[in-house]
């Protein structure tokens, strides 16, 4: 059930800086069922999280951290863990990721979809009133664009407001598969580092060969 505004400004703080300062496979899977908050405006967007992706360079050939490769648009990843970490992508979406681990350990957990709690309306302006509620979160760059979340935001801290993350339900069934649109990655595409709550609808892909492909 939806948080009320009451019970959301009553119960929820930011997670601290401990929480992603560790390894990023642990964060990543702790993530489900956390809530991505974002107070934009009057508003307060509230989500859970339902899926997500582990990035662990430099070893990791999906990571855009692979081999130290360090860029101006690489180099948040080395920073501090609880970082924001926005990029661009096919010239249309953004994605949000979250730095995890110690400094100059560039590892990132890609958001990939959530389930809206509060501010439901506010989140369907800003993705053109999809008739599906379903598509207004379920995938990286729906959610981004469903929270106003664009490279202004790259580098931001997520241990405090405005946008942030809070201690949600954990979800009673977790699956685990192999990571969205990283073929290019050899045999590191092969290993099970997506998580996704296996009850909720705003999953982008379920698990399986056939799943249609979902970037956004």
């Not at 979809?113 to 439901?120: F, I, L, N, R």
């Not at 729906?142 to 405090?160: E, K, S, V, W």
């Not at 699956?175 to 290993?191: F, H, K, L, N």
Request: with cysteine; charged share 20%; hydrophobic share 35%.
């Amino acid at each position: 059930m939806p948080l009320s505004k009451n019970e959301f400004t009553n119960i929820h703080k930011p997670l601290p800086r401990e929480f992603f300062a560790r390894p990023v496979l642990t964060v990543a899977k702790e993530c489900l069922g956390n809530l991505l908050v974002h107070e934009i405006g009057n508003t307060t967007l509230v989500a859970r999280i339902v899926e997500v992706e582990a990035y662990r360079g430099p070893l990791d050939r999906a990571a855009h951290s692979f081999g130290g490769r360090r860029t101006e648009r690489t180099e948040v990843m080395f920073g501090q863990a609880g970082i924001a970490y926005v990029f661009f992508v096919y010239g249309m979406h953004c994605l949000f990721n979250v730095v995890t681990g110690n400094r100059n350990e560039p590892q990132a957990v890609l958001i990939r979809a959530a389930e809206p709690q509060y501010g439901q309306a506010s989140m369907s302006s800003r993705r053109g009133h999809p008739k599906d509620i379903r598509t207004l979160t379920n995938g990286p760059g729906r959610l981004c664009q469903a929270f106003g979340i664009d490279r202004f935001y790259n580098g931001t801290d997520l241990c405090r407001p405005p946008l942030y993350f809070a201690q949600g339900p954990a979800p009673r069934v977790i699956e685990q598969s192999p990571r969205i649109g990283v073929d290019y990655a050899g045999t590191w595409a092969e290993r099970p580092w997506r998580w996704i709550d296996a009850e909720s609808p705003f999953v982008s892909r379920r698990p399986g060969p056939k799943g249609p492909r979902q970037i956004g």
